[in-house]
């Protein structure tokens, strides 16, 4: 029996990042009639469970604090999300280059599409006009003997 050494990277690629996200995971719902609506949201994480096998996301801003704004995923709607925390740095990024494959660091993108259906699961209401709006941060706890921040997911509207 034969198997693809792309298959077989893929495989083990999967299992270390899995094996690093932290089980204490939180939903904190922040929903404001600025948050991005449902339909928007649901576009963006159907468009990060579509993502390649093995693309990642990380924070390449301070140690603790956060990275980039992630628009891309959403495609036309109008969702976006930072990673942020010690946990989601691109530790493989040598002065801004592109971040790829689980040595990197961060979030697999479809790891970040299962927690964004359960924040949005948790954290969806009505605005003031009664339209479905989505808005909050999941939260990965880190232990409390730790000096570092905890790793978080953050969702918000896009900018602009």
Excluded at 45 to 68: F, H, T, W
Excluded at 110 to 123: A, T
Aim: net charge negative.
């Amino acid at each position: 029996m034969k198997i693809s050494l792309a298959l077989l990277t893929a495989v083990l690629n999967g299992l270390a990042v899995a094996d690093s996200r932290v089980p204490n995971t939180s939903f904190i719902c922040e929903r404001s009639d600025a948050s991005p609506y449902l339909h928007n949201v649901n576009e963006m994480i159907g468009n990060l469970n579509d993502a390649s096998a093995g693309e990642n996301v990380c924070n390449s801003g301070p140690v603790n604090g956060c990275g980039d704004t992630w628009t891309g995923y959403s495609g036309e709607g109008g969702a976006a999300f930072m990673v942020c925390g010690p946990g989601m740095r691109c530790s493989g990024d040598p002065g801004g280059m592109p971040c790829t494959g689980a040595g990197c660091g961060g979030i697999f993108a479809k790891f970040i599409g299962e927690d964004l259906e359960s924040l949005r699961d948790e954290c969806q209401g009505p605005d003031s006009d009664g339209d479905i709006r989505v808005g909050g941060r999941v939260v990965y706890e880190v232990s409390d003997d730790s000096d570092l921040d905890s790793d978080e997911l953050k969702l918000f509207s896009k900018p602009g």
